[in-house]
Nanobody
Framework: QVQPVESGGGSVQAGGSLRLSCKAD????????MAWFRQAPGKEREGIAA????????YYADSVKGRFAITQDNAENTVYLHMNSLKPEDSAMYYC????????????????????WGQGTQVKNT
């Protein structure tokens, strides 16, 4: 297994948009759950979005629902996080995570559901 690799972070003004990319091993993208987490300084890491890569099911935390979208491109082995209407509180380190199983509706946001993690990409909203 190859660990996921995130990219696309940076600084953006409030109200702006950013797209994060997570390139993952083909194994994870076939029939499993991929998710984005984030961690701000002094706060716990939180799950914000997940996608079941064998179908179209997506899950979102209330804090990002309606502003963020998670999508996948199987041809590129990549999962994206499209972030719109960014707020100062969205500033954090963003991590991509991969599970060996499908997303569980009541647990997709739990860290222990995922077995592979990227190194993170920083998003700073100014």
């Amino acid at each position: 297994q190859v660990q996921p690799v995130e990219s696309g972070g940076g600084s953006v003004q409030a109200g702006g948009s950013l797209r994060l990319s997570c390139k993952a091993d083909e194994y994870f993208l076939s029939t499993n759950c991929m998710a984005w987490f984030r961690q701000a300084p002094g706060k716990e890491r939180e799950g914000i979005a997940a996608i079941y890569t064998a179908g179209t099911l997506t899950y979102y935390a209330d804090s990002v629902k309606g502003r963020f979208a998670i999508t996948q491109d199987n041809a590129e082995n990549t999962v994206y996080l499209h972030m719109n209407s960014l707020k100062p509180e969205d500033s954090a380190m963003y991590y991509c995570a991969a599970s060996s199983f499908r997303c569980r509706p009541g647990a997709w946001y739990e860290e222990h559901e995922y077995t592979a993690w990227g190194q993170g990409t920083q998003v700073k909203n100014t």
